[in-house]
């Protein structure tokens, strides 16, 4: 009780180290790029509940994170709705994509499973091209609303992003110390076995990539109002996939600390290396530093720090 | 319809290396379409300098292809496979090695499209009031060439058989005094090579910007897996049946949708039948 009470008000004192910084209005620019060091937050953590936890390796991040920024431009197209409904909807509709694939996880495993979620995010995408509603190929420009609660729309947006992430590592917490995460983790060393041992295999892989797709989608839900021009070759853009997955891979994939260092490392490498060199130069550095982590250190630094300490 | 055969032709040429890899040796090589169009910028450097044509290059450049993939596969199996850990971090490791090659090339060479000239391109003959452009018939030929080769090098001569003896039984193959690691190189080797050519014809097709590979990964895996997982027959059969279906779409619905059509079929064949139309 008193470590989850903890826990808590860490996450409070984040939340509130977040808003007083949008508060203190800085250079704006690092509102700009806090936000989508904090969109990977969100993204490295709910890919690494599948990725990290079950051992399933998700290519179509692009899909479930395009999926909640399409809803939400469905819904303010339609109804304007505010910002909650937009996420909200927008974790759910990925979250229902999310059980779909959970599904698919009965036939697939390995590397099948992530050869389709590819083919998902490619299929998507086509559909979205030729529905004109949401702008179709062309895109869509996305009008913010006038008067954010506090500063300016783009502080109030990282604010936002402060409070999600900060949701997503603590659901992602949860998961790792419940019984959930160690049912996970038996089935990613072997499933056969897990099952065998009375792990509830498929219900715990449906709860893994729903949480997953909710987490994506969720993350994707402020998109358009953060870059207020939607189109699908951006949402969609593979990057997101490679990110996602580097990000847990170079953090370390078995805690919830992983994905947050390697957001932050990466995410904060890449937008000095957007600023300073190009931008195609940082997903060069991304590719890199993934096949090295992969080689040299399959841990993550998580995993480096533990031998370190383990000596 | 005519245009959908011929572009089958050239899908199997693409999808060779990716069935014998992934479909024989078992190794999610994702990177594969970076291999191809690596391939095609060596196309259009030796032709845009020396005025090479692109197959030819293609052709010559398979034994440079060769050496990138042994060297490649060593190092997947001195990091992967020798701790038996290859499925998901090779897997993650040959995304990366695919990020890698596309961004090297859009670094070196920008983001314009390049093309290849060859006397041939623009051209086209006439059969029975059907126009049949070279563009697409001469990768076809080659592409059907490849496939023979390939069909040759795995039934008739005795490293091929030896691979397909390493899929099947890797222990078996020891106990005859073959060395399934080197004829794993051999054979990963031997699939890189065909990206080298298969990237000459994709450039005779069309003209190519580094991230034409995130196209070809789903029609390459789709094909590989309808045409069952290292059926060299199989492999043709599933690249003329895709390329009919993607030129019949792009006819009838626009050519917006032509893409969708391969990882269409890829899911639903993975999630229908994933042994594939001839698999084993």
């Known amino acids: 009780m008193a470590r989850s009470t903890r826990t808590l008000l860490v996450g409070l004192a984040v939340v509130g180290a977040g808003i007083l910084l949008a508060a203190l209005r800085v250079n704006p620019y690092v509102y700009f790029a806090g936000y989508v060091i904090l969109q990977y937050v969100v993204m490295a953590t709910a890919w690494n509940i599948l990725g990290g936890y079950a051992g399933y390796v998700n290519f179509g991040t692009p899909a479930f994170f395009a999926l909640g920024a399409y809803t939400a431009v469905f819904l303010i197209q339609s109804t304007r709705a505010p910002l909650p409904?937009?996420?909200?909807?927008?974790?759910?509709?990925?979250?229902?994509?999310?059980?779909?694939?959970?599904?698919?996880?009965?036939?697939?495993?390995?590397?099948?499973?992530?050869?389709a979620t590819l083919a998902l995010s490619i299929v998507l995408q086509t559909m979205i091209i030729n529905w004109e509603y949401v702008?179709?190929?062309?895109?869509?420009?996305?009008?913010?609303?006038?008067?954010?609660?506090?500063?300016?729309?783009?502080?109030?947006?990282?604010?936002?992003?402060?409070?999600?992430?900060?949701?997503?590592?603590?659901?992602?917490?949860?998961?790792?110390?419940?019984?959930?995460?160690r049912g996970l983790a038996a089935l990613r060393d072997n499933e056969e076995a897990a099952?065998?041992?009375?792990?509830?295999?498929?219900?715990?892989?449906?709860?893994?990539?729903?949480?997953?797709?909710?987490?994506?989608?969720?993350?994707?839900?402020?998109?358009?109002?953060?870059?207020?021009?939607?189109?699908p070759t951006s949402a969609f853009n593979l990057d997101y996939a490679v990110n996602a997955l580097a990000m847990p891979m170079i953090g370390g994939t078995t805690s919830w600390v992983g994905p947050v260092i390697g957001a932050v490392l990466l995410g904060t490498a890449q937008q000095l290396a957007t600023v300073t060199i190009s931008s195609e130069m940082n997903l060069f550095i991304v590719g890199v530093v993934l096949v090295a982590f992969v080689v040299l250190a399959p841990e993550g630094i998580v995993g480096l720090v533990r031998r370190v300490r383990g000596r | 319809m005519v245009a959908g055969l011929l572009l089958g032709g050239f899908y199997a040429a693409v999808s060779l290396g990716v069935s014998l890899i992934f479909g024989l040796l078992d190794i999610a090589n994702i990177a594969q379409p970076a291999f191809v169009i690596l391939g095609s910028y060596a196309a259009y450097v030796m032709n845009s300098s020396f005025g090479l044509d692109a197959i030819l290059t293609g052709l010559l450049f398979t034994p440079v292809f060769y050496v990138l993939g042994a060297v490649v596969y060593r190092l997947y199996?001195?990091?992967?496979?020798?701790?038996?850990?290859?499925?998901?971090?090779?897997?993650?490791?040959?995304?990366?090695?695919?990020?890698?090659?596309?961004?090297?090339?859009?670094?070196k060479y920008g983001v314009d499209y390049r093309l290849v000239e060859a006397a041939y391109i623009g051209k086209s003959i006439d059969l029975g009031g059907v126009g049949i452009a070279f563009r697409l018939l001469v990768p076809c030929l080659v592409g059907l060439a490849m496939t023979?080769?390939?069909?040759?090098?795995?039934?008739?001569?005795?490293?091929?058989?030896?691979?397909?003896?390493?899929?099947?039984?890797?222990?078996?193959?020891?106990?005859?005094?073959?060395?399934?690691?080197?004829?794993?190189?051999?054979?990963?080797?031997?699939?890189?090579?065909?990206?080298?050519?298969?990237?000459?014809?994709?450039?005779?097709?069309?003209?190519?910007?580094?991230?034409?590979d995130r196209d070809y990964i789903g029609r390459m895996f789709a094909i590989t897996v309808l045409g069952g997982m290292g059926s060299i027959a199989g492999t043709l059969v599933a690249a003329v049946i895709l390329g009919v279906a993607e030129s019949l779409m792009s006819t009838f619905f626009g050519p917006s949708w032509s893409l969708a059509v391969s990882f269409g079929i890829l899911l639903v064949a993975l999630a229908v039948r994933p042994a594939g139309l001839l698999g084993r």
């Open chain 1, 135 to 181: 702008g179709g190929s062309r895109g869509l420009s996305v009008i913010r609303p006038s008067g954010p609660p506090f500063g300016s729309y783009v502080t109030f947006l990282f604010a936002v992003m402060v409070l999600l992430s900060v949701m997503a590592v603590t659901v992602a917490r949860f998961i790792e110390r419940s019984w959930v995460g």
């Open chain 2, 77 to 107: 199996y001195g990091s992967f496979e020798r701790r038996g850990e290859e499925s998901l971090r090779g897997l993650v490791f040959f995304f990366g090695v695919l990020f890698i090659i596309e961004v090297s090339l859009s670094l």
């Open chain 1, 85 to 115: 409904v937009l996420i909200l909807a927008g974790g759910l509709v990925s979250g229902l994509l999310g059980l779909g694939i959970g599904y698919l996880t009965l036939r697939l495993r390995g590397v099948f499973f992530s050869i």
């Open chain 1, 195 to 231: 099952e065998c041992m009375g792990v509830p295999t498929l219900r715990l892989k449906l709860f893994a990539t729903t949480v997953s797709g909710v987490l994506l989608g969720v993350a994707g839900a402020p998109f358009p109002y953060y870059v207020t021009f939607v189109e």
């Open chain 2, 148 to 212: 023979l080769a390939l069909h040759l090098f795995l039934s008739r001569t005795f490293y091929g058989r030896a691979v397909m003896a390493v899929s099947q039984d890797r222990l078996a193959l020891r106990l005859m005094g073959a060395d399934p690691v080197r004829i794993k190189t051999i054979a990963f080797g031997v699939g890189i090579a065909a990206a080298s050519l298969a990237g000459a014809l994709l450039i005779t097709i069309a003209p190519v910007v580094p991230s034409t």
